[in-house]
């Protein structure tokens, strides 16, 4: 058993949703309010008691100071690090550390967009490649689906078992965005959007808003939830543009799994539910061999097998996803979200039965930046 | 070479190279102390971190690492092709291949790059590379 500080010293107490799918004529600030609001709620606490406020999204320059004006609260602690979609995981690591520090006592993490049905934020053109016309992020995903299915013989059909396992958990979860049924012949035949990634092989695009609350672990135990504990948490980068991606069917989840392993004290082999940024179909792919869950060039078999849908030995995106459940933009903090349901056994029809330790993974950029988190119940610490 | 001391003169690393392409001349850097290729254009090596860097001349040849089609309907201009191309120096860069269908596009296939300047910024873009004659 890892016997780092950092393992089990802060634990999640509250969770809040809003405005999953649509939510038309609420601003992201609007949303973040209304997750908040629940996510407070849920743990027990005041607005006023909350000191330490981790938020990024792509509306804000300065997050933590929209925020934490809209919300009304003066933070000791305010960290608004944006690496893209993995960053609210990220926030994690360091609201942990901050929590065990003293440097402050109720953590926020919150995070929303209404890019459904607001205003489009304006995008972050990358140097040298716009140019070119390449349609990011999806032409990014494409390339490195493409390379992955040169390397390894990786199927359109494999990829697209990827999509058909997440709206099947989504069928089982009352809050997903996308519940029709879906097949695999669906996905091959659904508008290519760029080769060999078809609509159906990307994400949703819908509003919504997540929050979290955080403590140290000694006042977690005797509040309304039963916590969820951090037992380790680590990030890592590679590149910001994707021909800058030293090799296209490896991500810095290779450097992000292990470390988190690390501090946890635990294996692949000990995980019982996985939570994988799914943007598009080849990240579940990516993650799940650059994470160690099975050999390099060998998850489009895995996936292919029925392992990561319901009923599955590996459940992977039990919510339904990014593909299925809800992508406003930033997926991480309901992948964060979904894997403490599941460990506070309040998942209802998608409930993976005695899970203890849960695997959220974010992704940042175009494959750029990973944080990889592992969540245990107090029976893991 | 006389114009190894040039680039003191050229200002910004991406103004530089945005001027060697509108004169016809791609070029990328070196860097001095590693020798590695550099793209896109930096004020400093990213493979070792030296500031020596000189701006040489490239062969153009390369090889498709990925590609893909983007799609887009006729009447916007058809779908069109993206790809990442690594050079013969080891640089890697995102461009297109032009002169055959999108579809045709494959990786490992050898590319030639030629500079565009249809655009407002001059482009490097690659067309398959001509098979050489042999027996």
């Known amino acids: 058993m890892s016997d780092h500080f950092i393992r089990g010293a802060a634990a999640f107490v509250g969770v809040g949703l809003a405005g999953m799918g649509l939510a038309p004529g609420y601003t992201h600030l609007d949303l973040i309010g209304l997750a908040v609001h629940d996510a407070l709620s849920d743990a027990g606490y005041r607005l006023a008691e909350v000191d330490g406020l981790y938020t990024a999204n792509m509306s804000n320059i300065l997050p933590t100071l929209a925020v934490g004006e809209y919300l009304g609260i003066r933070p000791k602690v305010a960290v608004g690090t944006n690496t893209g979609g993995n960053s609210l995981i990220d926030h994690a690591l360091w609201a942990a550390l901050a929590l065990d520090a003293g440097l402050c006592n109720v953590a926020l993490i919150c995070y929303g967009s209404n890019q459904r049905t607001g205003k489009s934020a304006p995008p972050d053109q990358p140097p040298y490649e716009s140019a070119f016309h390449s349609r990011d992020p999806i032409t990014s995903y494409a390339l490195a689906a493409a390379r992955h299915m040169h390397q390894y013989g990786t199927t359109r059909e494999q990829l697209a078992a990827v999509a058909v396992a997440a709206r099947q958990w989504a069928q089982r979860n009352p809050a997903a965005f996308a519940r029709d049924p879906l097949t695999i012949a669906d996905v091959l035949a659904s508008r290519m959007i760029c080769d060999p990634l078809s609509v159906l092989d990307c994400c949703l695009v819908t509003d919504g808003a997540g929050a979290l609350v955080m403590t140290r672990a000694e006042q977690a135990r005797n509040r309304a939830q039963p916590p969820v504990y951090l037992l380790g948490c680590a990030s890592a980068q590679s590149h910001r543009q994707i021909s800058q991606m030293p090799d296209l069917t490896t991500t810095a989840a290779a450097q992000s799994g292990p470390r988190a392993f690390s501090m946890a004290g635990l294996a692949p082999r000990d995980v019982d539910v996985l939570q994988l940024y799914d943007a598009f179909t080849i990240n579940v792919l990516l993650f799940l061999e650059d994470l160690g869950f099975c050999e390099r060039g060998a998850a489009g078999s895995l996936v292919a097998s029925g392992a990561i849908a319901p009923g599955g030995s590996l459940p992977v995106n039990t919510n339904g996803g990014g593909l299925s459940c809800v992508h406003p933009g930033m997926y991480g903090i309901f992948a964060l979200i979904e894997a403490i349901e599941q460990l506070r056994g309040g998942a209802g029809d998608r409930q993976i039965e005695g899970a203890e330790v849960a695997l959220a993974h974010g992704n940042g950029g175009m494959l750029s930046a990973q944080t990889t988190a592992i969540l245990g119940t107090a029976a893991t610490l | ?135």
């Not at chain 2, 690492?65 to 790809?83: C, F, H, L, M, W």
């Not at chain 2, 990786?107 to 690659?126: H, R, W, Y």
Request: charged residues 20%; glycine residues 8%.
């Open chain 2, 1 to 135: 070479m006389s114009d190894d001391h040039a680039e003191a003169s050229l200002g910004a690393p991406g103004a530089a190279f945005e001027a060697f392409l509108k004169a016809g001349d791609f070029r990328l850097q070196c860097c001095r102390a590693c020798a590695r290729q550099i793209y896109y254009p930096r004020t400093l090596c990213h493979h070792c971190g030296s500031k020596e860097l000189e701006w040489r001349a490239v062969s153009g040849r390369g090889v498709v690492y990925s590609t893909t089609i983007v799609r887009q309907k006729p009447e916007r201009g058809g779908d069109y092709n993206v790809a990442i191309i690594e050079l013969e120096g080891g640089a890697r860069l995102l461009s297109r291949v032009e002169g055959i269908p999108p579809a045709e596009v494959r990786i490992d296939m050898p590319v030639t790059a030629f500079i565009s300047t249809t655009n407002p910024i001059p482009l490097v873009l690659f067309r398959p590379a001509q098979k050489t004659a042999s027996l």
